[in-house]
């Protein structure tokens, strides 16, 4: 039967009819399995029912049914959309707004010193980079690495390394373009690290902001240990 069926569905998708004629015989090879399922015995039934929930699992994120009884596929993404069969935990991603990525991303903590990765992470392609630092530094922590340097993209800023952090750790990252608007761009203001100060283009000056003033560092634990000059990517 899924032979048959699988030869049925070379369609042309971007054709409504056919579309809507292939996702029929698809909802009607499931009823079929689903009806199958419950003539076998208890031991047989429970051993294709994982696979028949994922089937129903993809059926009720992609699915929708009007009305008058019709189902169509969904336009958008549902939140948490599987989209494998075999791995529930792939997901998808974007890197930017045109680029998309499916399945996970990975994270490397390169030290630029020694060449040697300290520490790599994985994380589903739908969650934030700064989610995976909390792991990296428990590989940290065994290694007694501390952060002298950390070099990231924009994405990991939000991360606990920058937002838990002490005097003792500089961090740099991409700059953000500067795009033409009507007000002055920030390169019209200067920053007076040691007087503390910040410049307008009309030389008008005032104190800057703690926060403006603070070296970007992480946290140590002052027990001694190996300071190394890393940088936080994610990788194909």
Avoid at 131 to 160: G, M, N, P
Wanted: glycine share 4%; proline share 3%.
């Amino acid at each position: 039967m899924w032979e048959q069926s699988e030869g049925a569905l070379d369609r042309d998708w971007d054709q409504q009819i056919q579309k809507d004629e292939a996702l029929a015989l698809v909802l009607n090879v499931l009823q079929a399995v689903e009806t199958w399922v419950q003539t076998l015995q208890q031991e047989d039934a429970q051993l294709a029912q994982s696979s028949l929930s994922v089937a129903q699992q993809v059926k009720a994120q992609d699915v929708e049914v009007d009305e008058n009884g019709k189902a169509s596929l969904i336009k958008g993404v549902a939140k948490d959309r599987r989209i494998s069969i075999e791995d529930e935990q792939m997901q998808h991603g974007r890197k930017s707004r045109s680029v998309r990525v499916d399945g996970y991303k990975r994270h490397v903590l390169h030290d630029l010193d020694t060449g040697l990765i300290r520490a790599a992470g994985l994380t589903p392609a739908n969650m934030p980079e700064a989610s995976v630092t909390e792991a990296i530094s428990v590989d940290l922590d065994r290694q007694e690495v501390f952060l002298k340097e950390l070099h990231i993209d924009r994405a990991y800023l939000s991360s606990h390394l920058v937002r838990e952090r002490s005097d003792d750790l500089e961090v740099y990252w991409k700059a953000w373009p500067v795009r033409e608007t009507k007000r002055f761009p920030k390169q019209a203001f200067t920053l007076d690290w040691e007087q503390q100060i910040i410049r307008c283009p009309a030389e008008q000056e005032r104190n800057s902001p703690r926060d403006a003033q603070r070296a970007v560092h992480s946290k140590q634990n002052g027990s001694g240990g190996l300071f190394s000059r890393l940088t936080l990517k994610r990788t194909k």
